[in-house]
């Protein structure tokens, strides 16, 4: 073997050879020597080096942030030379609001310190581009923006003369979630009246069970509200994976003294830090949820007073119909919206505060001492209480009943509910995942039936759903014209469903008796409640549209029966597909027209989001790269191309409903009458008109990069200057009723579909899973680490930080049964589709499921055919309930989810 000395390789080396090496041995790689003060010896000068230093020379610093679906919200410097952008870091100056609880700093996680490197990647638009060749074939022409909006802007009047209002799809996926990105096609929206599909469930990203509970899932806890916890569980839940802004808080919490608790099916990188690890099976999470119930009401562990006061479960049911008693029940003009409990104290029926019907604005019972046990008779009608009726479910479900549900030992879920109930606050935190799942909403609903018992509500704990929905009046204004005119808003879900005709599908993936079994529904059922649900107008559908502007919005990467459905879509909006986007994804790979955006460092704009109270601002720290425009700005000038040709054409108003869509005024209605021209001129009105940004200037928010929201932002209650935001405090503090039919946390329904389906108290069921097919392996897909959905996904930082490719997890035992090797091609498949991916072992994973991270575009896949081709969807009969006080549709609170976890596939060696 040939051996070289370090010293006669160093001598060989080209470096060397080349003297870039310095002779002065204090400096030379030759040999190792014990450090002295090297400061007595000069530096020797060597210009490659310059490159490193140049580095880090610039000629201007930005602010901004990274907001593509993503609740961090974090604020970077952005380091600009000859007007590109070198790199990014985070801002790290956000205020300690007391000693007693840790900063937010530094806020930020790998996919913003890359966007640097994003925003010229080959993917990115940078010209306005018009479909020469077939849809999806690739072949575009440049344009001028003066042309093609001009183009397009007749057509969208085509659409209008043709077939009337209503037929424009104007949708804004969640890729625009900073305030003036999000407000320009909003806006647009409203004045002509564009389709727009709500963005938390079009992603199944809503907690419906908090809704349903609370009147609100967007009321919710600031990340530094979760240090003073002494117990936290996470539930459907992964933070250092996907809030690594704020995964810190629990980690603190813990140090401090809090015991973390991770319910998962795999042992993921949260689960590796908790207290424990509760390995639970997919999908049986609100079997667990009941079991804790059953141990807290069986034991007694439950608090008295919270639930008299706060929930619902002191309200009297009639024995003989099952439905709460009303008012209307024992007078004759009385309310369907005032109900009772029974007074210990005068011994009678008492009518219950704070109900919608009520006029009684409070929660305060002010020497009414309502009970939670018995039977009693009011005008001759036999009544008992919602308390009884949820001890009665909840007795179906001990620990050891659920056992064999959950996998989960009963002993360890006993004493885990009895620390629980002894907590002196609990937080419960759930994240985007339970939407996913068709019994998501039970596991949400049990979910605050277990803080409820316990008396964990405001400062006390509570539910975390991941989001806080402030009080930003002005930006909402901006966004829907003043409130004069709105968006034909749409349920996501059920939306995508119906236009997706994704029914044809479902019906070829489960088997409609095993589906019964299993969820309670089979598909005729959930067909016919859809249709009851569309024509009660419980939730709004606008049947087919002939135009799609898509803003934001990787339709045909993330919606199921991914081919089949952009087929159905393509065929619909044949008139007209335009895309307004930042880069090549895969649904801009099949519009008609494209349209530049400018990124998150391009534009002036800010961003508020749940999970702290500060405002970050966007100061376009560089100009948008090639011919790219704000999204702002691109509305304008659309706007403009419309007014001026629907002029030229002699076209004016369209009577819609109570409104007139007026194409003629389009573009004065749009900028204020030339007030608003610009992103710069929109973010400054929303700054100079917002009180809960306190009066500052933009100029001075622009220096600091971000503003602290003063009480004025909280919308339940205000947000307390030095502490951190916990949820309905005003309603355990100030006895605010709740946003619930009866004012209270709710927990009974008597809805006629809650009754159908046997879940008027909350209770378990199953997901459909593999049980309800003919496939052998559950499916299922958390979020990513490696990206925002399929934004950066393609990025080749990210993606040297994993396998670089598609890949799903697997068990090594269910590979070894299959004779798959780690690293090696599988094919995934079932009757509505196939992928091919790359298999990772992943040892906590059990034999009897799949797991693949979402979000890769499907040009990332062999052939071209993503996970969403073998992903089957349903939509929940419960989540279409309306007409029921604060059950109907409600944007961003109530309605139906796409769901993504339903599915079963098999496995093989491709």
Known sequence: ???????????????????????????????????????????????????????????????????????????????????????????????????????????????????????????????????????????????????????????????????????????????????????????????????????????????????????????????????????????????????????????????????????????????????????????????????????????????????????????????????????????????????????????????????????????????????????????????????????????????????????LAAEMVRAEARLFAGARKAILMTGFNIGRYSNGIYTGWAQTLMLALTGHGGKTGGLDTSWIDWKHIPWLSLALFGFEKFPRLEPGGLGEFQRGKMLEQARKHFDNDKLKDRVGFNLDEMEEAINESIQEGWMPYNGDVKGLISIADNKFRRNKFADKYREHILHEVEELFVDINVRMDSTAQWADYLLPAASHYEAWDLRSVGFHRFVNVFSRPVDPIGEAKPDWDIMVLLSKKIQERAIARGVEGFEDGNVSRDLHTIYDDFTMNGTLMTDYDATKWLVDNSPELGGITLEEAAERGFIVMNAEGGNNQPIPPDEPYNPFVAQTEDKKPYETLTGRITFYCDHPTFEKMGATVPTARHHAGREASNYPLSFYSPHTRWGIHSNWRSNKFMLRLQRGEPNIYISPKLAARKGITDGSMVRIFNGVGEFFAQAKFYPSLPETAIMMEHGWEPYQYEQMKPMNDAMATLIQPLELAGGWGHLGFKLFKWNANQLAHESSVDVEPA
């Open 1 to 407: 073997m040939l051996r070289m000395k370090r010293r006669d390789f160093l001598k060989s080396t080209t470096l060397v050879g080349a003297g870039v090496l310095a002779a002065d041995k204090s400096w030379a790689l030759n040999r190792l020597e014990p450090i002295e003060d090297t400061l007595d010896t000069e530096y020797p000068y060597r210009d490659w080096e310059d490159l490193y230093r140049r580095e880090f020379t610039w000629d201007k610093i930005g602010k901004a942030a990274h907001c593509i679906n993503c609740v961090g919200n974090c604020a970077f410097d952005v380091y600009v030379k000859d007007g590109i952008v070198l790199r990014e870091e985070q801002l790290a100056k956000y205020p300690q609001i007391n000693p007693n609880v840790p900063d937010a700093n530094p806020r930020g996680c790998q996919k913003g310190s890359i966007h640097s490197s994003a925003m010229y990647d080959a993917d990115r638009l940078r010209y306005p581009l018009k479909r020469v060749g077939k849809r999806g074939e690739g072949k575009w022409q440049r344009m001028e923006w003066d042309e093609i909006t001009e183009e397009i802007a007749d057509k969208v009047i085509d659409i209008f003369v043709k077939h009337g209002p209503g037929k424009l799809m104007t949708h804004t996926g969640s890729g625009n979630l900073s305030m003036v990105r999000f407000a320009a096609p909003y806006r647009f929206a409203s004045l002509v009246g564009g389709v727009q599909l709500d963005i938390f469930t079009d992603v199944g990203d809503l907690n419906t069970g908090a809704h349903l509970a609370y009147g609100n899932p967007l009321e919710s806890f600031t990340s530094d509200a979760w240090f003073d916890a002494d117990y936290i569980m996470m539930s459907l839940f992964n933070p250092n994976a996907t809030r690594i802004p704020d995964a810190h808080y629990i980690w603190e919490a813990k140090y401090n003294g809090a015991r973390v608790v991770s319910v998962a099916p795999d042992y993921n990188p949260s689960s590796i830090h908790a207290d424990l690890w509760m390995p639970i099976k997919q999908g049986a999470d609100p079997f667990l949820s009941m079991s804790f119930v059953n141990v807290i009401i069986e034991e007694k562990l439950y608090k008295p007073n919270f639930m008299k006061e706060q929930t619902d479960l002191p309200v009297l049911v009639r024995a003989d119909t099952g439905k709460m008693l009303r008012e209307v029940d024992i007078k004759a003009d009385g309310s369907d919206q005032v109900f009772y409990h029974w007074d210990l104290n005068s011994g009678a029926a008492v009518a219950v505060k704070g109900s919608m019907g009520s006029e009684d604005k409070t929660l305060a019972l002010e020497g009414i001492d309502p009970a939670l046990e018995g039977t009693f008779t009011v005008e001759g009608i036999e009544v008992t209480t919602v308390f009884e009726k949820v001890k009665a479910e909840a007795s179906k479900y001990s620990p050891e009943a659920t056992a064999s549900e959950t996998g």
